[in-house]
């Protein structure tokens, strides 16, 4: 069955980085494009990024743009979340997802921005 799971997450303060990763398994992974969704305490899941199938382009919401960088390793059926610049409001669980609403995702990794 299909299975993502997620990894990197931890606390940070403002201004810092992190690199987070989705191990896929179950599904061929190279011919999806794949996501990245989080949800921030008390709210629903917001969309944050897009690539497609062979990583040569790739999307960002908004209020990530500029800071986040996805990417990712077809051989190694993984996907990638490169963050810096981080601030508090960014503190959520992330997920990856085979789609963009997040139906299908992993379990999480939380990710604190805090001083």
């Known amino acids: 069955q299909v299975q993502l799971v997620e990894s990197g997450g931890g606390l940070v303060q403002p201004g810092g980085s992190l690199r987070l990763s989705c191990a896929a398994s179950?599904?061929?992974?190279?011919?999806?494009?794949m996501h990245w969704v989080r949800q921030a305490p008390g709210k629903g899941l917001e969309w944050i990024s897009h690539?497609?199938?062979?990583?040569?382009?790739?999307d960002y919401a908004d209020s990530v743009k500029g800071r986040f960088t996805i990417s990712r390793d077809n051989g190694e059926k993984t996907l990638y979340l490169e963050m810096t610049k981080l601030k508090p409001e960014d503190t959520a669980v992330y997920y990856c997802?085979?789609?963009?609403?997040?139906?299908?995702r992993g379990q999480g990794t939380q990710v604190t921005v805090s001083s």
């Open positions: 690539i497609n199938h062979d990583g040569d382009m790739a």
């Open positions: 179950g599904f061929t992974f190279k011919i999806y494009h």
């Open positions: 997802a085979r789609d963009p609403g997040g139906a299908i």
